[in-house]
C-alpha cells in the first residue's frame, strides 16, 4: 500500500514534510519510496509546476486542477478552452512559459472540434486566484481536421531560446506524415505568440507549412530539451512494435510510414523496411512496443546516480524507464515500477529534485518518487 503524504508550500518551494516509515525499494542504482500525492483524478494527462509551489495537472476529461498546499482543489479551473473528447482526444498538455513570473502565461494544448471533425489545439490564458483563466487565446490549430478519435501527439516544450515546440499525430491516417502541405505527423516550432519563427527549416517553400520543424513523425507523445546541447529529444507511438526516441534536427524526416522498426497490428509489414537515405534513424527504438508517455531528462540532487538519464512513462507495461546515455549513445535500459502504479502518462522533475508521475486512468493518481537511505 502507498502512502499517502502531502507537500507544503514555504517561501514558493515545494517543502516535504517527514513520512512514517515505508518499504523502500531498490532499483538498480538508488533507493527510493514512492507516496500518492493526490487520488481519484480523471484521465490524468500532464503535470506543471508553477513557480510558488503551486501545481497543475491536466484531465484528459477536459479538467485542469490545481494543487494547492499540498491539496487537490475540488473545483477545477473555469473558463478552459472548449475541449472534444473522444478516444486518445481530451485536454492534454500543460506547459508555463519561461518568463511566467513576469507574464503569468499558461499553455494548454487539447482536441477540439472544426469542419471535418477534431484536431490538436494549442491556447494560452492567465491563471487568476487558482479558480480561473482568463485573456484565454488559441494561438494554433491543426488543420485539416478530420474524423476519428486518435493520434492527436500534444506535448510542448519550451526551447533556450523562448520558442516553442509542439507535437502533432498523424490522426490515424499514416500518409500524413509525409505531407508537408499537412501539419499531421510532425513536430511544430511557433513563438510564444503562436506565429511561425522565420528560421523555422521550411519557412518560403511554395506548399510547406512555414511552422513544421521536423515530419514523418507517427504520434510523439514525449518531448525534452537536453539539459546540456539544448536539442530537442522526443518519443513516439510505433505500430506494433517500433517506439521511438528520436534528436529532432530541423527539416529532419523520421521515416513514418515508409520506415518502422514496428508491423501493422495485423501482422503485415508498413513501408519499405527499417532504413531508407534521407530518413533519420531512432537512438533507441522498442520491440515489443512499451506505449512511451512524458519524458524527461534528470538534472536533480535527489538522484544524484541518475543525473543525465532520461526518464520515460509506459502504458502498455505500466512502467518507468531509466534511459542512461552516452552522448547520443543509450547504454542501458532499467524498468521500475512496473505494474506498480497503472499506466505512467507523465513524468516531471519537481523543484525539489524529486520525480513525479501521473499514472492510471479513470481513478488516476499523483505520486512522487523520493530517495530512501
Same mark, same amino acid.
Given at each position: 500500500? &502507498?502512502?499517502?503524504? *502531502? @507537500?507544503?508550500?514555504?517561501?514558493? *518551494? ?39 509551489g ?17 491539496? &487537490? ?16 482526444? #481530451? ?6 512559459? @519561461? ?19 477534431? #484536431? ?22 491543426a ?5 476519428g478519435? %486518435?493520434?492527436?501527439?500534444?506535448r $510542448?516544450?519550451?526551447?533556450?531560446d ?6 502533432? #499525430?498523424? %490522426?490515424?491516417d ?6 508537408l502541405?499537412?501539419? !499531421?505527423?510532425?513536430?511544430?516550432? &511557433? %513563438? ?13 517553400? !511554395? ?16 518531448? !525534452? ?6 536539442? *530537442? ?11 521511438e ?11 513514418? @510510414? ?29 520491440? @515489443? ?12 540532487? !535527489? ?7 532520461? $526518464?520515460?512513462?509506459?502504458l502498455?507495461f505500466?512502467? $518507468?524507464v531509466? &534511459? ?11 524498468r ?5 502504479l ?10 525539489? #529534485?524529486?520525480?513525479?508521475? *501521473? ?9 512522487? $518518487?523520493?530517495?530512501?537511505?
Amino acid at each position: 500500500m &502507498l502512502r499517502t503524504a *502531502l @507537500p507544503l508550500v514555504l517561501s514558493g *518551494l515545494l517543502v516535504i514534510p517527514a513520512c512514517a516509515n515505508e518499504t523502500p525499494i531498490q532499483s538498480e542504482q538508488a533507493t527510493y519510496r514512492v507516496e500518492t500525492l493526490v487520488e481519484a483524478l480523471d484521465q490524468p494527462w500532464s503535470l506543471a509546476f508553477l513557480p510558488d509551489g503551486r501545481m497543475l495537472i491536466t484531465e484528459r476529461s477536459g479538467g485542469l486542477r490545481v494543487v494547492e498546499n499540498g491539496r &487537490l482543489l475540488s473545483a477545477p479551473v473555469k473558463g478552459t478552452p472548449e475541449v472534444a473528447v473522444k478516444g486518445q482526444g #481530451g485536454l492534454l498538455d500543460v506547459a508555463i512559459h @519561461p518568463d511566467f513570473e513576469t507574464n503569468g502565461w499558461i499553455y494548454l494544448t487539447y482536441s477540439a472540434k472544426g469542419q471535418g471533425g477534431m #484536431g490538436t489545439e494549442l491556447a494560452r490564458g492567465r491563471l487568476v486566484d487558482s479558480d480561473r483563466l482568463e485573456s484565454v487565446e488559441v494561438l494554433y490549430r491543426a488543420e485539416p481536421k478530420s474524423g476519428g478519435g %486518435r493520434h492527436f501527439g500534444s506535448r $510542448l516544450a519550451f526551447a533556450p531560446d523562448g520558442t516553442l515546440f509542439m507535437s502533432l #499525430g498523424e %490522426r490515424g491516417d499514416k500518409d500524413r506524415a509525409q505531407d508537408l502541405s499537412d501539419p !499531421a505527423g510532425s513536430i511544430i516550432r &511557433l %513563438r510564444d505568440d503562436g506565429s511561425s519563427p522565420p528560421d523555422n527549416p521550411f519557412v518560403g517553400q !511554395a506548399g510547406v507549412r512555414p511552422e513544421i520543424f521536423s515530419y514523418g513523425n507517427r504520434n510523439p507523445q514525449g518531448l !525534452a530539451v537536453h539539459p546540456a546541447t539544448g536539442e *530537442l529529444w522526443a518519443h513516439e507511438h510505433g505500430p506494433r512494435g517500433g517506439d521511438e526516441v528520436n534528436i529532432i534536427r530541423a527539416g529532419a524526416n523520421y521515416g513514418w @510510414p515508409v520506415i518502422t522498426h514496428g508491423v501493422a497490428y495485423s501482422g503485415f509489414k508498413i513501408g519499405e523496411g527499417t532504413r531508407k537515405v534521407g530518413m533519420e534513424q531512432p537512438v533507441h527504438f522498442w520491440d @515489443p512496443s512499451i506505449a512511451p508517455s512524458g519524458m524527461v531528462f534528470y538534472t536533480g540532487d !535527489a538522484f544524484p546516480q541518475w543525473q543525465g538519464d532520461l $526518464l520515460v512513462g509506459a502504458l502498455k507495461f505500466q512502467l $518507468l524507464v531509466r &534511459l542512461e546515455l552516452e552522448g547520443e549513445t543509450v547504454v542501458h535500459e532499467e524498468r521500475m515500477l512496473e505494474q506498480d502504479l497503472g499506466r505512467i502518462r507523465d513524468v516531471r522533475q519537481g523543484p525539489d #529534485g524529486n520525480v513525479y508521475l *501521473l499514472a492510471g486512468e479513470g481513478a488516476g493518481v499523483l505520486v512522487r $518518487l523520493s530517495p530512501r537511505s
